[in-house]
């Protein structure tokens, strides 16, 4: 059965960091574009990042242009969201979704986790 599992969320304080991880069972991640998404309550899917197949190639919303960095490890069929600088507007349940085109938009995703959630509060 295919699945993606996200894991790493929690409560963290403003300024903090966390590392999120995405990894998959029932199929090989390396094959596919991984991206993360978040989702705030009352607000829509919104994209954080994509990695390439490969790794070579990634791609961050503006929001979080220089304080998330996506990676992945292939040969343990996971990738990894570090979060640095975090701010309370970053609270939202993040989600891993894989894919085969290097868009950050929700339709070009076919395989979804069910998220983690992540509060940012003092």
């Known amino acids: 059965q295919l699945q993606l599992v996200e894991s790493g969320g929690g409560l963290v304080q403003p300024g903090g960091s966390l590392r999120l991880s995405c990894a998959a069972s029932?199929?090989?991640?390396?094959?596919?574009?991984i991206g993360w998404f978040r989702q705030a309550p009352g607000k829509e899917r919104e994209g954080v990042s994509y990695?390439?197949?490969?790794?070579?190639?990634?791609n961050y919303a503006d929001s979080v242009k220089g304080r998330f960095t996506i990676s992945r490890d292939n040969a343990k069929n996971t990738v990894y969201l570090e979060m640095n600088s975090l701010k309370p507007e970053d609270t939202a349940v993040y989600i891993c979704?894989?894919?085969?085109?290097?868009?950050?938009?929700?339709?070009?995703?076919?395989?979804w986790g069910q998220g983690t959630q992540v509060t940012v509060s003092s």
């Open positions: 979704a894989a894919g085969g085109v290097t868009q950050l938009v929700v339709y070009s995703f076919d395989y």
């Open positions: 029932g199929f090989t991640l390396g094959y596919y574009v």
């Open positions: 990695i390439s197949s490969s790794g070579g190639y990634t």
